[in-house]
Antibody, heavy 120, light 107 residues
Framework: EVQLLESGGGLVQPGGSLRLSCVAS????????MNWVRQAPGKGLEWVSG????????FYANSVKGRFTISRDNPKTTLYLQMNSLRAEDTAVYYC?????????????WGRGTLVTVSS | DIQLTQSPSFLSASVGDRVTITCRAS??????LAWYQQKPGKAPKLLIY???TLQSGVPSRFSGSGSGTEFTLTITNLQPEDFATYYC?????????FGQGTRLEIK
C-alpha cells in the first residue's frame, strides 16, 4: 500500500527542538521529491519545506528558514524535519507530502499528520 | 510572494447542487494551479492539477478551469461526501502558496 506515516510530534517549550519523521512505503522513495506542509489549529495550509529525490537540494519557507532542516534517508525511505528554536506560532499539524516527480511543489500523497504544540 | 484569494470563504449547498469556487492570484501563474479537498481531521487530497487535469481516481463531477490570475473549481451534482474544505494552491512561482480555503457545508 502506498502510504506516508509521520511521527515525532508532541509538546515542546518555546526555544526547544523536535525532530519529525515520515516513513514512506509502496513506492520508490528516492525517485520523488518530498515536502512538509503544516496547518495551525483551525487555519489553512502552509508549505514549510521541500527536498529533491537525491536530497541534494532543499527549500524552505521564510518563516522557518535558519531554524528548520529537512533531510532524507533514502535506504530507510524516511523523510525528516529537524525543528530548532521553536516558537508558539510553529504549533500545527505537520504533514509530509509526496511530489509526483521532481520538486514542482504539487502534493499527490499525504500522510495523516503529526501534531506539534509549542507552549510553556 | 504570490497571494491567492478564494471566494467565497463559506458556501452552503444541498445534495445535487452545482457549486463554483473561485481562486484569484495576485499575479499571473499560467496554469500552475492545484485544488485540494480536506475533510475534518484528515489530510488534504489532491483533486485537480494544472488548473484542469483531474487527479487519478477523482470523480468526474469535479472540474477546474482558468489560467493567468483567475481559476474556478466546479462540483456538479453534489454528493454527501463532497462537503469539506477546498484549497487552491499555486506552484508556478516560488514559494508555493495556498488560498485561505472555502468551507462547503450542507444546507
Amino acid at each position: 500500500e502506498v502510504q506516508l506515516l509521520e511521527s515525532g510530534g508532541g509538546l515542546v517549550q518555546p526555544g526547544g527542538s523536535l525532530r519529525l519523521s515520515c516513513v514512506a512505503s509502496g513506492f520508490t522513495f528516492n525517485n520523488y521529491a518530498m515536502n512538509w506542509v503544516r496547518q495551525a489549529p483551525g487555519k489553512g495550509l502552509e508549505w514549510v519545506s521541500g527536498i529533491t529525490g537525491s536530497g541534494g537540494s532543499t527549500f524552505y519557507a521564510n518563516s522557518v528558514k535558519g531554524r528548520f532542516t529537512i533531510s532524507r534517508d533514502n535506504p530507510k525511505t524516511t523523510l525528516y524535519l529537524q525543528m530548532n528554536s521553536l516558537r508558539a506560532e510553529d504549533t500545527a499539524v505537520y504533514y509530509c507530502a509526496k511530489d509526483p516527480s521532481v520538486l514542482n511543489f504539487r502534493f499527490d500523497l499525504w500522510g495523516r499528520g503529526t501534531l506539534v504544540t509549542v507552549s510553556s | 510572494d504570490i497571494q491567492l484569494t478564494q471566494s467565497p470563504s463559506f458556501l452552503s449547498a444541498s445534495v445535487g447542487d452545482r457549486v463554483t469556487i473561485t481562486c484569484r492570484a495576485s499575479q499571473g501563474i499560467s496554469s500552475y494551479l492545484a485544488w485540494y479537498q480536506q475533510k475534518p481531521g484528515k489530510a488534504p487530497k489532491l483533486l485537480i492539477y494544472s488548473a484542469s487535469t483531474l487527479q487519478s481516481g477523482v470523480p468526474s463531477r469535479f472540474s477546474g478551469s482558468g489560467s493567468g490570475t483567475e481559476f474556478t473549481l466546479t462540483i456538479t451534482n453534489l454528493q454527501p461526501e463532497d462537503f469539506a474544505t477546498y484549497y487552491c494552491q499555486q506552484l508556478n512561482i516560488y514559494p508555493p502558496a495556498f488560498g485561505q480555503g472555502t468551507r462547503l457545508e450542507i444546507k
